[in-house]
């Protein structure tokens, strides 16, 4: 079965700085990996996604994330944080069920601090 | 462009009770979906069905019922209440596309639960 581990469930950046946010995943064919974005109040929005195209992705308000098979993982980067990125972030694996659902990790609340 | 539309978007229950959360959807996707979403635990898969007629479990099923007589609607029925059973539910939607996920994922608002 798939699974996703988000390392960190809050992360706390000065506006301007740099914001990583870890997500590894296990899976037992080729992944399609996802990340999510929830704004309070809200459901989830696509930030951006790998579907065994390039490795480097780029997703909407700057973020892009790049996906490295020998380490698993597919973290979240963003050069210089705005306040307005304040929100939870979610990293998605394809499941391997006859819908393929997605698989969700637990989340990482980012907060961003003037 | 309505989307994934839920109703309703809080409900208050006392346990024991059993209630329906509306799913429909405007987009002529073929997959939907069901999760909930508790803290530090993201979102978790309930049932999901990939088309008018057929449904399946996800990961969290037991206490839940699902049917989908028609493409746009997914009603996901709780059948007795539980304190357990608190949590926020999301609808979800998809196009299909070939054997793999490679399509997006569109979510509803949410629905807010409680059980008291």
């Known amino acids: 079965a798939q699974s996703v581990t988000q390392l960190g469930s809050h992360v706390s950046v000065s506006e301007g700085a740099l914001v990583l946010l870890r997500c590894n995943y296990s899976s037992s064919v080729p992944p399609y990996l996802f990340w999510y974005v929830q704004y309070p109040n809200q459901g989830l929005q696509l930030l951006l996604k790998?579907?065994?195209?390039?490795?480097l992705v780029k997703g909407i308000n700057g973020f892009e994330a790049e996906f490295k098979k020998s380490e698993t993982s597919f973290h979240l980067t963003k050069p210089s944080a705005h306040m307005s990125d304040a929100a939870e972030y979610f990293c998605a694996v394809s499941g391997n069920n006859a819908g393929n659902m997605l698989t969700f990790g637990g989340g990482t609340r980012l907060m961003v601090k003037p | 462009n309505a989307g994934v539309t839920q109703t309703p978007k809080f409900q208050v229950l006392k346990t024991g009770q059993s209630m329906t959360l509306q799913c429909a959807q405007d987009?002529?996707?073929?997959?939907m979906s069901w999760y909930r979403q508790d803290p530090g635990m993201g979102l978790r898969l309930i049932h999901y069905?990939?088309?008018?007629?057929?449904?399946d479990q996800g990961e969290v099923p037991n206490g839940y019922n699902v049917s989908r007589s028609t493409t746009e609607d997914f009603p996901l029925r709780l059948l007795s209440a539980a304190p357990s059973q608190t949590s926020v539910y999301f609808c979800a939607s998809r196009m299909k596309s070939g054997n793999q996920n490679t399509g997006e994922l569109f979510f509803g608002e949410g629905s807010r639960l409680t059980v008291l």
């Open positions: 069905s990939v088309g008018a007629g057929i449904t």
């Open positions: 790998y579907t065994s195209a390039a490795t």
């Open positions: 987009m002529n996707h073929e997959y």
